[in-house]
């Protein structure tokens, strides 16, 4: 899940279906199209289409849908209006979980969302009932054979880098959004290759879960990122894989 366990998020990632890809692939697709009506086609030009192209190279998203996706939207060849909205929920266990939605129809979404929580045992939050436990941050994540350790923190650090953490699986860098760029740059220019690159929500407050919980919570953000209009979604759920 895009929660607290960074690594869980990168196996689930390397391990989705084709089918599944292609569905992530359109969602990316609208998250860019947003990005260029907004500010423009191009990439030095526009911060928020360049976060979504690293998220587009983190989910392996072939080129030509990309090119596909920046033309179409700055051709205005899609009439669709969307709205960008965010659900704050608490799901069973007193987890908290943070949805961002790309919508053209607020109704539609907001009432998908609201029948898979309840079913699920949750319940929506009020605004800021969830966000408050959630800080953005930017994060680099690095498999650990694809730098030594000690050049990885110096380079983090000297960047302008908030944080750098490693353990056995690699590295994680996290930053002030503002910092992400340049520090990411500098990562690039070492010639290292990341995992995933982005912009994100990072739990300040985690609420530990057994592993019965662990699959109830998993289960419920799978059904919520299989939802058309969602985009992303993270938790503050420390599941026991995560603690081991």
């Not at 939050?125 to 000690?150: P, Y």
């Not at 592993?211 to 503050?236: K, M, W």
Request: charged residues 30%; contains cysteine; aromatic residues 4%.
């Amino acid at each position: 899940m895009a929660g607290h366990n960074k690594w869980s998020k990168v196996k689930r990632q390397k391990g989705v279906t084709d089918a599944k890809k292609a569905k992530v692939f359109a969602k990316l697709a609208r998250e860019i199209g947003i990005a260029v009506k907004a500010a423009g086609p191009e990439a030095d030009l526009n911060p928020r289409l360049r976060m979504i192209l690293l998220k587009c190279r983190s989910a392996n998203m072939p080129a030509d849908n990309i090119e596909r996706a920046i033309k179409k939207a700055a051709g205005d060849d899609d009439g669709a209006n969307y709205e960008e909205l965010t659900y704050e929920i608490f799901a069973p266990g007193g987890v908290a979980i943070l949805v961002h939605a790309n919508t053209d129809n607020r109704n539609r979404t907001a009432s998908d969302i609201r029948h898979v929580v309840t079913k699920a045992g949750g319940q929506l939050g009020s605004a800021g009932a969830v966000t408050r436990l959630f800080e953005r941050k930017g994060q680099i994540i690095i498999d650990r054979e694809a730098a030594e350790e000690d050049m990885m923190m110096e380079l983090a650090l000297e960047s302008g880098a908030d944080d750098f953490t490693a353990d056995e699986n690699g590295y994680e860098i996290l930053t002030d959004p503002a910092q992400f760029e340049p520090v990411h740059k500098a990562v690039e220019d070492k010639g290292v290759t990341t995992l995933s690159a982005e912009i994100t929500y990072i739990a300040q407050q985690t609420t530990a879960i057994d592993e019965a919980g662990s699959e109830s919570i998993q289960r419920l953000v799978d059904i919520l990122e299989e939802n058309e209009d969602v985009s992303d979604v993270f938790t503050n759920a420390e599941s026991p894989e995560a603690t081991n």
